[in-house]
């Protein structure tokens, strides 16, 4: 059973910095990793979603590795700002599953 | 504009009683499904649909059912078997299975009194 884990669980930058947040997953054989966006008491935002043949996607400010040898996907998010809060949370399905297993999230606070 | 909608937005229900979240997508997507989110938890996947009138348990299914009679619609009712439904109750939806985004719904806060 896949198991999905982002550290750190919480961050708090100053304003313009670049920053990473990390996911592991126990199961290598994915179909895919996606990266949401979830503002407090919202639903998801999907960010990105990286497919298995792929080794990172980007969006904006926003870049997402993949290295499914080691089981670790990053999100690097440029130039932070405050719009910037939120909880950022990995998702990453079971070996011939499609259902993705979501990771606990890392609950960004940029401040000005 | 094309979405997942949830209804109620925050929901209160009494013990004993049984209560149904409404989820409807206008996305034409294949698969859905409902997840409960605790505070500081991940997600955890209750049930999920690829099909109409098909439907599978996830992870926590015990306490919950589902129906899917129609591509748009994918109804949870949280029964009274449920022991502990004060959650954030998440509907989705996917193209299909396999390789696809999951596009979200704005959730529904449950509360038993």
């Known amino acids: 059973k896949q198991e999905v884990t982002q550290i750190p669980a919480a961050l708090s930058v100053p304003e313009g910095e670049n920053l990473v947040l990390n996911c592991s997953f126990t199961d290598s054989a994915i179909y895919n990793l996606q990266w949401f966006r979830q503002d407090p008491g919202k639903g998801l935002t999907s960010l990105l979603l990286i497919q298995s043949s792929q080794r990172e996607q980007t969006s904006g400010r926003l870049n997402a590795s993949l290295d499914k040898s080691s089981g670790r996907s990053t999100l690097y998010i440029a130039a932070s700002q405050p719009g910037d809060s939120a909880t950022y949370l990995c998702a990453a399905p079971s070996g011939g599953s499609y259902i993705p297993t979501f990771g606990r999230g890392t609950s960004l606070i940029v401040h000005p | 504009d094309g979405g997942i909608t949830q209804s109620p937005k925050y929901l209160f229900r009494k013990e004993g009683q049984n209560v149904t979240l409404s989820c409807e997508q206008n996305l034409n997507h294949d698969a859905m499904y409902w997840y409960r989110q605790d505070p500081g938890q991940g997600l955890r996947l209750i049930y999920y649909s690829q099909i109409v009138n098909d439907f599978q348990k996830g992870d926590i299914a015990e306490g919950y059912s589902v129906s899917r009679e129609k591509k748009e619609s994918f109804p949870l009712t949280v029964t009274s078997a449920q022991k502990n439904p004060t959650a954030f109750y998440l509907c989705?939806?996917?193209?299909?299975?396999?390789?696809?985004?999951?596009?979200f719904g704005p959730g529904t806060r449950l509360t038993v009194l």
């Open positions: 989705a939806s996917s193209i299909a299975r396999g390789t696809d985004t999951q596009y």
